[in-house]
Each structure stands twice: as structure tokens, then as C-alpha cells.
């Protein structure tokens, strides 16, 4: 089960991690009633990721203005959901933004903490310089200190980021939970920490022991990510390009390279993080499998980029997903909400560049090897050759 931001940052209070001074907006006209000094920022309350770039996210200096923010705000669905409430919160001057997780490892079964020295949207582009340090006997501050040190934080920073680490792992450990993130965690001119938005993924099996959790459970059955959607979003119907990735920020960072490369997205298709509560390792590689039969199905797709960026699951086994999508003379087989779809023998499929980030890299690249996707090693690469060969199959 996911929370929502104002819910995070509800049992980040009770731990003593810092936040913002928030009120919850569950009408236009509530803010009329504001107790928070403005500046302000109003922010869509959505399980779904990246609001700040799609509009959800909105700093105003007035109530008018607030107001007429939360109209728009309340109007606007981030991939297909609408928010119930909004957050009004205080706004904080961030000099410097970190990125900070505890997750289970599930390939590992132990906890692992998370950290990287750019973080608000430049994580997904700064993957590679995430940070990790595996929790693998009794916790301790050490943890804590060895991964600010491998991000290279100095001075004060240090201990303050120690003891909120410390914190969110306490918090994770319980309540159960599979994920605690901030991100991003600020830091304003004299070195204070902030943590700006929250994310938190309770384990339905602990939700039993934990009444006060499932209570917070008001998510509508159809946001639950149990199968793909029924239709694609088409962005522009003159192009040739679709985009296939997990998670909502990586889906969004890699729309948002391709667009400045100059490339025409035709469609995108987020088959959703693999820290989704409900997920066993397996169902990021059948969601990636079931996605890439949905996009080959509209025959004016030429290229696909699949950019996935594994955590639990290693590269390998999402390239063995991709090599049974391009494995003739077998059809391509898939079940969507009760519908078998088929691409047939003589189909044309289209080309797939494919960026992987994760565990088993070498052996991901060794199955691809006999396939006819084009493996990149860097995003950039990937987005260069994609669309290289949209404006080839053009002409």
C-alpha cells in the first residue's frame, strides 16, 4: 500500500524527521482559512511520481493567486489520477538537494539505504551515482555515516544526514514497510535539512498488525497497478517513437530527452516501479513483456526505447523478457484484462534500442547479443541511436 505525501510526512512528524509547516486543502476555498504564512507551495496529493513537472506543483505568493492554483490544481489529472486534497505547505529555500531511501532488498532479503548528492529530478538522470550500504547485522549509526560519506557530504551535513537516516530506518523497521524515500531532502544556506516530499510503501501482509496504517488505505481500486492500461496516451500523431520504462520520473526524464533531441514521441508507457507493494520479481519482466506487445500493436511505431533502471530485479532477467518478445518465428503472447492479443508470424516487429541499468549487465548484453535490438550503455547513446533510426525508417 502507498501513502500519500501528506501521510508521509505525518509518521516522518512522530519520528522526528523535519518538515515543513502543511495544511491539507480539500477545496479551493479552504485556503481562505489558511494558518500558513505565504510564500506557499501547493502540491497535488497522487501516488503517482514527477508532479512538478506535468503542473502539480504550484508556488504562490497570495491568496488569490492560491486559490486560483488550487482550481487548476484539483482540475488536473497526473496519469489519469485526480486528486482528493492538496498540500499546502510553506516554502523552503533549498541550496543543495540530496536523495535518501530505505528499501528491502528482496533478491537479498535485508534492508538497504539509499543515498545519492543529486536528488529532487536530476536522480533519475544521476542513477549511476546513487549510493548504497546494505544493512546486514544490527543497526547502528555507522550505517549511516559510511553512506554520507560515500556521497561525499562534509562537515555538520554528515550528522544531520546520519540522524535522519537513522530515523527513516526505525520507521521502517516498525512499521513494516517496504519503502521510505525523501526526496528531495534540502538543505538551505546555513546547512539545515529539510525533508521536501515523502514517499512511503507499507507491506499489506504487516497491515494487520498495524490498524492505524490500513486506515490510510483510501486509494481507488483502479489506480492499483495490477495490469496495464487499456489504451496508450498518443503525444504526437505524426511520430514513430514509443517509450517503454518503469517507474513515473524515469518515464517523464526519458520523454523530456527524447523531445529536446528533436525525436516525435508517438506514445509512452510507464509499466510501473518494481517496489510497488503487490510486485513479485517476476512481474516487472511480464509487464515489460505485455507493454511491448501493446505498443507493437500500432504498426506506425518503428522504434521503441526501453529504458529500464532495475533495483530488485537484474538486467538479465528483463533481457530475457525482451528476447522473448523478439524471438521468431513464435507469436507474441499476452493477457490484457481478459483479452489475448497476438502479433502474427509475418508481422513486422518494430526496432528496439534498449537501455538497462542494474545487476548482471554483462550477462543482459551476452542475450541480447543474438537479438536484434541495439543495446546502449548510457541513455544519451540510446536517444541518439533511437532517433537515428526513426529518421531512417521515414525515409
Known amino acids: 500500500m502507498d501513502l ?66 488550487a482550481h487548476s490544481i484539483f482540475n488536473l489529472p497526473i496519469m489519469g489520477e485526480y486528486p482528493k486534497v492538496l498540500l499546502a505547505e510553506a516554502k523552503y529555500e533549498a541550496q ?104 512511503i510503501t507499507v507491506n499489506d501482509a504487516a497491515l494487520g498488525r498495524h490498524p492505524s496504517l490500513a486506515a490510510l488505505d483510501h486509494r481507488p481500486r483502479k489506480f492499483v497497478l495490477d495490469r496495464l492500461p487499456d489504451s496508450l496516451t498518443t503525444i504526437d500523431p505524426e511520430g514513430q517513437i514509443a517509450v517503454l520504462c518503469n517507474g513515473a520520473a524515469l518515464t517523464m526524464a526519458t520523454m523530456d530527452l527524447i523531445s529536446q533531441a528533436g525525436g516525435k514521441l508517438l506514445h509512452y508507457l510507464n509499466i510501473g516501479s518494481e517496489t510497488h507493494h503487490t510486485w513479485q520479481p517476476e512481474t516487472l519482466c511480464d509487464r515489460l513483456e505485455q507493454g511491448l506487445v501493446m505498443l507493437a500493436k500500432n504498426k506506425q511505431v518503428k522504434t521503441i526505447l526501453v529504458n529500464i533502471v532495475g533495483g530488485t530485479v537484474p538486467s538479465d532477467r528483463v533481457a530475457s523478457a525482451i528476447a522473448r518478445f523478439l524471438r521468431p518465428p513464435a507469436p507474441v503472447r499476452a493477457i490484457s484484462h481478459k483479452e489475448e492479443i497476438r502479433i502474427s508470424r509475418g508481422a513486422p516487429l518494430p526496432k528496439l534500442v534498449v537501455r538497462l541499468l542494474g545487476a548482471n549487465l554483462h550477462e543482459a548484453k551476452d542475450q541480447l547479443a543474438a537479438t536484434p535490438a541495439l543495446v546502449m550503455d548510457d541513455l544519451d547513446s540510446a536517444i541518439g541511436q533511437l532517433i537515428t533510426l526513426s529518421k531512417r525508417r521515414e525515409a
Open 96 to 199: 543543495q538537494e540530496l536523495y535518501l531511501a530505505v528499501v528491502l532488498n528482496q533478491s537479498i532479503r535485508r534492508p538497504v539505504i539509499l543515498g545519492s548528492a543529486k536528488g529532487g529530478i536530476d536522480v533519475q538522470t544521476a542513477i549511476d551515482e546513487m549510493q548504497q550500504v546494505v544493512i546486514d547485522q544490527e543497526f547502528s549509526s555507522f550505517y549511516a555515516r559510511r553512506l554520507a560519506l560515500k556521497m561525499g557530504l562534509q562537515g555538520n551535513l554528515i550528522n544531520s544526514f546520519s540522524d535522519i537516516a537513522e530515523r527513516m530506518y526505525r520507521l521502517f523497521i516498525d512499521k513494516d514497510l517496504d519503502l521510505v524515500e525523501i526526496n528531495p531532502l534540502g538543505v538551505n544556506r546555513v546547512g539545515e535539512i529539510m525533508a521536501l516530499d515523502g514517499k
Open 4 to 69: 500519500l505525501e501528506y501521510q508521509a510526512k505525518d509518521l516522518f512528524r512522530e519520528v522526528g524527521i523535519p518538515v515543513l509547516p502543511s495544511q491539507c486543502i480539500e477545496r479551493p476555498t479552504d485556503l481562505k482559512a489558511l494558518k500558513i504564512p505565504y510564500p506557499i507551495a501547493l502540491k497535488s496529493q497522487v501516488y503517482m511520481g514527477e508532479r512538478g513537472r506535468v503542473g502539480g506543483v504550484r508556488f504562490v505568493a497570495n491568496t488569490i493567486d492560491a486559490i486560483a492554483a
